[in-house]
């Protein structure tokens, strides 16, 4: 606009608007600044600090009084000693099984989303299981499988006595087991996030697939599953940080990390070394090598359901 | 997607009725297992009760006071609650609804802290609360579940905030709503949805929660649920099958009760949790 055409008001009052809306504009942050700083000192204290500590003291000898600096030395142990997948083993296993356990919780939800006779009986009860905690289902699983617990007697009242063996005291059974146990814990979240991903597909979608003559499969694998995939990124990517971080508590109470150790999750190795060993040095090192897999894993399973959502 | 009900779709329905069985066999066996003696389990684990024995219920409260754990986990976790709520609202609504300088450094920071496994900051954080005089105290596992709650719950609730229209907060503004006007009676009757459902995810998290409460608290009487059946369930379980069995089913009643009034809420929750 040409200024000489602008009467001295209008002037005036947009130098008193600018003024204003940046005013306004200084009042907005300082009230976003004091609106987020508890939570920023308390995520800043108890999660970054923790963070920058173990990442300094990883580089030490520490153990919890003393702690001399020893370079790379924690690190080095870690990936030269040899057993480095060893370490990982019962992570891996867990995370091996978890396509299964998709196709498993996406085949349940399907069919429940399809009103099955019984759906809705069906969608609560298989969710009691994942309300148990944790402990609880390590706890009723290692009284069902002890040597002289009630599957070893199933067994020998129905003749498989053969069958019948110390369960958590070998290490294959013992991962075996381990497994129904995440299993049975997990399928009635897995069936109802994916009943979640199924309930925001329109109704007029399908229908119009079936009035252009599309089957119940031709439906299922062009319309459903594909549409499901989100939530399949979604499911796959809390439960893979689950199976790396998470395996601590099922594992402490069913097997203890026995037998000798051999279904010791990674959380669960560290935790012994920094409150068993008293080596606090390493258990750091372990801790910094955790948290670098699992960002890694996140960022990239993010990049992925960015690249499925568009 | 719907059918008539065919012999496939009822042989479907045999199939889930196993899973369902299967599902429910271990709590079925703890209920009947709770009403056995130590003699009647030592001679055959898997029959029924004789009788309708209380034996193991009354002895809970001298040997496994299940009753005491829950109070404690419903002390911290309600407490943990209020103190994550208050922080995260304010927050939430600044990071969804104000244009300031930095807000998308703030928010990507707290974002990525969803990402850091508690055990990687134990260690350090527990001598922390040591020196500040919290040694075997609840304070410090409050801490550290508000601390882990945070990130999750402002991403949760600013994602449902973010989804409001801006005229509604400049209106009130405009009205002399002052700060605290605006959270009451727009934010948080509005984020609802986001609140109820990061109330639930946390409460499930915290309840589950072993590795902070067993670092943290070192008495049987402070310990929280969870933590005290991975303890004493376990020095017990050795000796004493049924009055353990006893203890995880009457510390399992709180649970279920709770998911079957908020069925619904946890549906929804995870409606927003999991598709954006």
Not at chain 1, 69 to 88: C, H, L, P, Q, T
Not at chain 2, 69 to 87: D, H, S
Not at chain 2, 184 to 204: D, E, H, K, M, Y
């Amino acid at each position: 606009m040409n200024a000489l055409t602008v009467p001295p008001t209008a002037v005036a009052s947009a130098t008193v608007q600018r003024r204003r809306r940046r005013l306004r504009a200084r009042r907005a942050a300082l009230v976003g600044w004091l609106s987020c700083t508890p939570a920023a000192i308390v995520i800043l204290v108890l999660v970054w600090f923790g963070v920058a500590s173990t990442i300094q003291h990883s580089f030490t000898n520490w153990n919890g009084f003393s702690a001399d600096w020893v370079g790379m030395k924690n690190y080095v142990d870690i990936f030269a000693s040899g057993d480095f997948f060893e370490r990982f083993r019962t992570n891996l296993v867990f995370l091996a099984s978890l396509p299964v356990l998709l196709v498993f919780c996406v085949s349940v939800a399907v069919v429940i989303y399809d009103h099955i006779p019984g759906w809705r009986f069906f969608r609560s009860v298989y969710y009691i299981p994942t309300v148990l905690s944790s402990a609880v289902v390590g706890m009723i699983v290692a009284v069902l499988f002890a040597p002289r617990g009630a599957i070893n007697t199933f067994l020998g009242r129905v003749g498989l006595e053969s069958l019948a063996q110390d369960w958590l005291g070998r290490t294959d059974t013992a991962l075996g087991v381990l497994l129904m146990a995440f299993f049975w814990q997990s399928l009635g979240q897995g069936v109802l996030v994916f009943l979640a991903g199924l309930s925001t597909i329109s109704p007029e979608i399908i229908e119009a697939a079936s009035v252009d003559g599309a089957g119940w499969w031709r439906r299922l694998f062009t319309i459903l599953l594909p549409l499901l995939a989100p939530t399949s990124a979604y499911f796959l990517l809390t439960n893979v940080v689950y199976v790396l971080v998470d395996l601590f508590s099922l594992v402490y109470v069913t097997t203890q990390g026995g037998p000798g150790g051999t279904t010791t999750p990674v959380d669960y190795t560290i935790y012994l070394k920094a409150f068993q060993e008293g080596n606090l040095g390493a258990a750091s090192a372990l801790s910094v090598v955790l948290l670098v897999i699992v960002f890694a894993c996140s960022w990239f399973q993010l990049r992925l359901i960015d690249r499925i959502g568009e | 997607m719907r059918k008539k009900n065919g012999p496939a779709r009822w042989g479907i329905s045999g199939l889930l009725a196993v899973l369902a069985v299967a599902a429910l066999a271990p709590l079925l066996y703890m209920i009947t297992t709770s009403f056995r003696t130590l003699q009647e389990f030592a001679s055959d684990p898997l029959a029924l009760p004789a009788t309708l024995n209380p034996e193991n219920y009354i002895g809970l409260s001298s040997r496994f006071d299940v009753v005491q754990l829950i109070g404690n986990t419903a002390a911290y976790a309600g407490v943990a609650l209020v103190i994550c709520m208050t922080i995260a609202i304010p927050a939430s609504y600044a990071l969804a609804k104000l244009r300031f300088r930095g807000a998308t450094l703030l928010f990507v920071g707290i974002v990525a802290t969803m990402g850091v496994p508690m055990i990687s900051i134990l260690v350090p954080d527990y001598l922390l609360f040591v020196q500040l005089g919290f040694e075997d105290s609840p304070v410090g596992v409050i801490g550290m579940w508000v601390a882990r709650a945070l990130p999750s719950t402002i991403f949760l609730i600013a994602s449902v905030l973010r989804a409001l229209p801006d005229e509604l907060i400049e209106a009130a503004t405009l009205d002399g709503a002052g700060y605290f006007r605006r959270m009451r009676s727009i934010v948080i009757p509005l984020g609802l949805p986001g609140i109820v459902t990061a109330s639930i995810f946390n409460i499930t998290g915290w309840w589950n929660d072993l590795l902070v409460p067993l670092v943290f608290l070192q008495s049987d009487d402070k310990q929280t649920l969870n933590a005290g059946v991975a303890t004493i369930g376990q020095r017990m379980v050795t000796s004493d099958v049924p009055q353990t069995v006893t203890g995880l089913l009457v510390s399992s009643t709180v649970p279920i009760i709770l998911y079957v009034i908020l069925q619904g809420n946890i549906r929804k929750g995870l409606v927003m949790g999991s598709v954006k």
